[in-house]
């Protein structure tokens, strides 16, 4: 199944959305070496990573295909979407 450009940017900003959940989680709660964790944030935090760990293989598998479709280098690629990323978030 083939991306477009604007699907990848979609998932990129998702995986990074995912990633900053999971940097906000760790930071509320703190090391799990020097602070118990309940139950409830073990999950919430188990969770948040799994996501955050699924979207990224899943853009980097994107990217890979949609490279190799375009006869593109896949690190030019990340590099675009990532561009438009930060763009649209700066608009």
């Known amino acids: 199944m083939g991306?477009?450009?604007e699907e990848l940017v979609?998932?990129?900003?998702?995986?990074?959305q995912a990633h900053e959940r999971v940097e906000d989680l760790?930071?509320?709660?703190g090391?799990?070496?020097?602070h118990k964790w309940s139950r409830k944030q073990t999950?919430?935090?188990e969770t948040a990573f799994r996501a955050w760990r699924d979207l990224d293989r899943d853009?980097?598998?994107a990217v890979a295909e949609f490279a190799k479709e375009q006869g593109r280098a896949r690190?030019?690629?990340?590099?675009?979407v990532r561009t438009a990323v930060a763009r649209t978030e700066s608009e």
Do not use: N
Not at 31 to 34: I, K, L, Q, V
């Open 3 to 5: 991306h477009t450009f």
């Open 10 to 16: 979609e998932k990129q900003r998702a995986a990074e």
């Open 26 to 29: 760790s930071r509320a709660y």
């Open 31 to 34: 090391p799990p070496a020097e």
């Open 43 to 45: 999950v919430t935090y």
């Open 59 to 61: 853009i980097r598998s």
């Open 75 to 80: 690190r030019q690629v990340e590099a675009d």
